[in-house]
């Protein structure tokens, strides 16, 4: 799922940019202008309702196109001739540019202004759908994915920054909720609504109206943004961490160019050349990163920020749970059209109990996790495993005879416990990060939270078209929903590292 719950902006206070359109002196009627009286503080602007789903619509997109595509693979493989790396690649090839320059998005915020930044952003995404939307080959989609992603990393660190600068107390827990349920919502949401586009073929787009859609909504978020999000940035911006950035960069494209192309080009010395060189990549990044800190930089991932318990705990819950995530959408939809023949429209309806559980459990999860603390994301795990237990179970004793509705059981057991787990970890990770570093805290959380996602798709599909080339498609299934279950079960157990109650 997503979702998800995308930036680090610097450690230092933000202050409001002046916007002519909210003076004090001529106040706007506006949803920002009604809630003055709840402002966070007198220096601090303030993000309105209609300010807020604003920032969370463009975000959404954002999510939403990491996992629409999934539906439209098998329409995409036959109507450009991809092969299954090439497949892979137009996933998580749009999460990787997305999660390495994710934190460069959020600083350049810092310094620019987040809604200069968030309006950049929609735009070049807008403009990279397009691209996406009318590209003539296998290639040229990569490289606009790839564009896209990068997009995305320039528009979505605004929001998190935004809420956090703009919002406090009980608002921004609320807010924080909220952009949780919208991350978890949108993973399930694009392959639903993915199915429908291509199943309408409007006009004869057919696959490419997943990309297409994008403009109108784009034009809408722009317009909103520009009446209803105010500016913030930082006083003292921090610099971009280049050797960090770069580093991140080729420890990241060590891991995962291997595992989406080594096994379709024949597991080449170069993607054993890219393996071996990622210990001493990651070694060179955690010494880059902790030069920079002691010479009082603000680097990519501070260190000392990877100290604070309630963050390295919930990194350690984020990569399992996203990565697991990532590659499980991946499977399903592939499964679902090529493995049992159902149309894209059946095929997204499949996921319908999962969203609609997800949704309610997004629902609920803010006021549980009040009460109940970390309990909450334990039992969310536990039902993530079941769900996953109940398929597998459904797969074994079904296969290749299964009905859509079979899977159900599953699926909703399945979306309920990803509402549970995913919806409150952002806040439940922020609750212990001191108040000036929550940006930094998040956006090294939603670096994961892409990376995550892009190796679960890298890793699990890899498996899975590995043990289909070499048996039936069955017998995959059954064992990636297996490494998946193992998984739930690590998500369970780090879970219980988590901080006991939440502020």
Not at 51 to 66: M, W
């Amino acid at each position: 799922m997503t979702g998800t719950p995308h930036h680090a902006p610097s450690t230092i206070p933000s202050r409001p940019v002046p916007n002519p359109s909210h003076s004090r002196s001529e106040p706007k009627p506006d949803s920002t202008a009604a809630h003055t009286a709840r402002s966070p503080g007198p220096d601090r602007p303030l993000l309105g309702t209609l300010g807020l789903l604003t920032v969370l619509l463009g975000a959404a997109l954002s999510i939403l196109d990491f996992f629409i595509v999934n539906v439209a693979l098998s329409t995409i493989e036959s109507d450009l001739h991809a092969d299954g790396a090439t497949l892979e690649m137009i996933v998580a090839g749009y999460g990787i540019t997305y999660a390495v320059l994710l934190v460069v998005g959020g600083r350049l915020g810092d310094t620019y202004g987040r809604r200069t930044l968030f309006l950049i952003g929609v735009s070049t995404f807008g403009v990279t759908s397009l691209a996406c939307g009318v590209a003539p080959g296998v290639v040229t989609l990569v490289a606009a994915r790839m564009a896209q992603g990068a997009s995305a990393a320039l528009m979505v660190p605004q929001v998190l920054a935004t809420i956090h600068a703009a919002c406090a107390g009980e608002r921004r827990a609320r807010a924080l909720s909220l952009y949780g349920a919208m991350a978890g919502l949108s993973t399930i949401v694009g392959q639903v609504l993915g199915g429908v586009l291509v199943e309408a073929d409007v006009a004869g787009t057919g696959w490419r109206s997943i990309f297409l859609v994008n403009v109108p909504v784009v034009l809408v978020v722009l317009v909103l943004a520009l009446r209803t999000v105010p500016d913030t940035r930082a006083e003292q911006p921090a610099g971009i961490d280049v050797p960090g950035t770069v580093l991140l960069a080729s420890s990241l494209l060590a891991l995962l160019v291997p595992l989406t192309q080594g096994r379709a080009t024949g597991w080449p010395v170069w993607s054993w050349v890219l393996l071996a060189a990622l210990p001493a990549l990651l070694a060179g990044f955690v010494a880059v990163e902790r030069r920079a800190e002691r010479s009082g930089r603000v680097p990519l991932v501070p260190p000392s920020l990877l100290a604070v318990p309630a963050v390295r705990s919930g990194l350690g819950t984020a990569l399992p749970l996203f990565a697991g995530f990532g590659g499980f959408m991946f499977v399903m939809a592939v499964v679902l059209q090529q493995g049992l023949g159902l149309d894209p429209v059946v095929a997204g309806a499949t996921m319908v109990p999962t969203a609609a559980a997800f949704f309610f459990a997004s629902l609920v999860a803010p006021r549980w996790i009040v009460a109940h603390g970390r309990r909450v994301l334990t039992g969310g795990a536990a039902l993530l495993a079941s769900g996953v237990a109940v398929l597998l179970g459904t797969v074994a004793l079904g296969w290749p005879d299964l009905e859509p509705w079979y899977l159900v059981p599953g699926m909703t057991l399945f979306g309920f416990g990803q509402g549970l787990v995913m919806t409150p970890l952002f806040r439940v990770v922020l609750a212990e990060v001191p108040g000036d570093r929550a940006g930094v805290g998040s956006g090294v959380l939603i670096t994961a939270q892409q990376s995550s996602l892009a190796l679960g798709v890298a890793t699990l599909g890899s498996l899975f078209a590995e043990l289909s080339s070499d048996g039936g498609m069955g017998d995959a299934w059954r064992t990636v929903l297996a490494v998946q279950f193992a998984v739930c079960l690590a998500t369970v157990w780090l879970t219980t590292r988590l901080p006991r109650r939440v502020a």
